[in-house]
């Protein structure tokens, strides 16, 4: 009783708090999500929900009542009808679909994280300086997932030795898991982190008067090596290139040279493609033989979800087979044995993901709001933090073949914040320099 107690006085409290400045509460969503797996409601609640999930609706709550008390006009951001599209053929899909009751609720979390982004930009709108406030949260959570990385590398290294597969989740040696508890979530958010940094210090002539940013950069950067994700690594090296191109020719080449040499020198990173390299032979040859022992097991296991989510697309092309129902679809299919495996609950790409549960009509939509978000960035790319988004978009759009980064909760929190500082004000020059 008292925990219940205690629980809703800090509810109280916080929307107070909020009611006077929802950036608070979109900063709390962030050092929040920067909990990951550990952010999870408590055993004697009984409720699989991280605290995210329940948070965000409070603070919903506020920043509309408040726009309504205070009559506020509010303009309509260029990435809100792509997204609305989306989210209505998402529901269409449950609705036609069996097992919907479940999905809604998936659906209702998107929803739910989505309104970061409208909350950002309304906020920025309203007060300039909240621009910096949350692009200092955005680098601060970026550098506690890192340094939580580091202390599990230390204490906890292995997820075998804690018999974490019972948990579902892989049996991880040696990697820098943070408290994402997998390397791959937690690589693709640095890079895309990396590559918004990267973005405003070259753009920025005078960041070497400003050494934070390029601290940070090189932290994460160790951090990002740590994990032994080779999507990440290139999700980083795409998005570094990407950036550079769009800069000019002669940083483009440079930038090919860096990758180039820290391929070559860094061992373990070189190992992990070689591996990969051998993994894609394998599979090209198509045989049989020598697909299943394919020295990567981790590559084998990705390329089957794949070919399980083509299946089910090749079902369930038009509308999908609903959103977040993906497990029911693949279980008729015959594809598992056991709707609670880990596994079960989607494919490792983002983009078959959303094509298998929405269909080519929600697929077509996601990637019309992807495209402007990126063709946004493109035309303002003067400025430094838009280049960087640009080419972290793209670095994430590469992850998100491999990983189903896209749809990842705690991934959703920085990636809606960090749009809404893209949309709110594109023309601001250098407005988010090393000052941070």
């Known amino acids: 009783m008292l925990q219940i107690i205690t629980t809703l006085v800090s509810a109280f409290i916080l929307i107070l708090i909020m009611e006077r400045k929802p950036v608070i509460g979109l900063i709390i969503a962030i050092m929040t999500a920067t909990l990951g797996e550990l952010g999870r409601l408590p055993d004697w609640t009984n409720l699989p929900y991280l605290i995210n999930d329940l948070f965000l609706p409070f603070l919903i709550f506020v920043w509309i009542l408040k726009k309504i008390a ?4 509010f303009k309509i951001p260029p990435l809100l009808l792509p997204i609305l599209v989306w989210i209505l053929i998402a529901a269409l899909s449950l609705m036609i679909n069996a097992s919907w009751q479940e ?3 998936y659906l209702v979390r998107f929803i739910e994280y989505f309104f970061l982004y409208l909350i950002t930009v309304d906020e920025i709108k309203q007060d300039e300086k909240n621009r910096k406030f949350l692009f200092a949260s955005i680098v601060i959570g970026a550098l506690l997932v890192s340094f939580f990385g580091l202390l599990q590398l230390k204490y906890y290294p292995s997820f075998y030795d804690l018999n974490m597969m019972e948990e579902g989740w892989d049996p991880h040696i040696n990697r820098l898991l943070s408290t994402w508890f997998d390397p791959n979530f937690v690589g693709g958010f640095l ?3 990396i590559c918004i940094l990267f973005g405003i210090q070259i753009s920025d002539k005078k960041f070497y008067k400003h050494p934070l940013l390029f601290i940070s950069s090189l932290f994460l950067l160790f951090s990002l090596y740590l994990t032994y994700s080779r999507s990440a ?3 980083c090296g795409i998005g ?26 860094l061992g373990k990173a070189q190992e992990r493609f070689l591996d990969l390299w051998e993994s894609a032979k394998s599979i090209l040859v198509q045989d049989g033989f020598n697909s299943y022992f394919n020295p990567d097991a981790t590559s084998r296991l990705r390329v089957d979800s794949w070919q399980n989510a083509l299946a089910i697309i090749k079902e369930n092309f038009w509308f999908g087979c609903g959103y977040n129902a993906y497990k029911y679809s693949a279980w008729k299919l015959g594809m598992v044995a056991d709707l609670e495996e880990h596994s079960s609950t989607g494919s490792d790409s983002s983009l078959l993901n959303i094509f298998a549960t929405t269909g080519i009509f929600g697929f077509v939509a996601y990637l019309w709001f992807y495209m402007k978000a990126l063709i946004i960035g493109f035309k303002n ?9 640009t080419g972290a978009l793209i670095a994430l759009l590469a ?11 705690h991934m959703l929190v920085f ?10 004000s594109p023309n601001t020059p250098a407005h988010l320099s090393s000052r941070t």
Do not use: C, E
């Open 103 to 105: 999905g809604v609720l």
């Open 381 to 389: 790319k003067t400025d430094g933090y838009n280049l960087g988004l």
């Open 191 to 193: 890079a895309f982190i």
């Open 415 to 424: 990636f809606w914040i960090s749009l809404g500082l893209l949309n709110a």
């Open 70 to 73: 205070l009559q506020r006009n």
């Open 240 to 265: 570094i290139l990407v950036i550079t191109a769009l800069k000019s020719r002669k940083l483009f080449l440079l930038g090919m040279l860096t990758v180039t040499i820290l391929f070559v020198t």
């Open 233 to 235: 690594y290139l999700a």
């Open 399 to 409: 992850h998100a073949t491999f990983v189903n980064s896209l749809l990842f909760p």
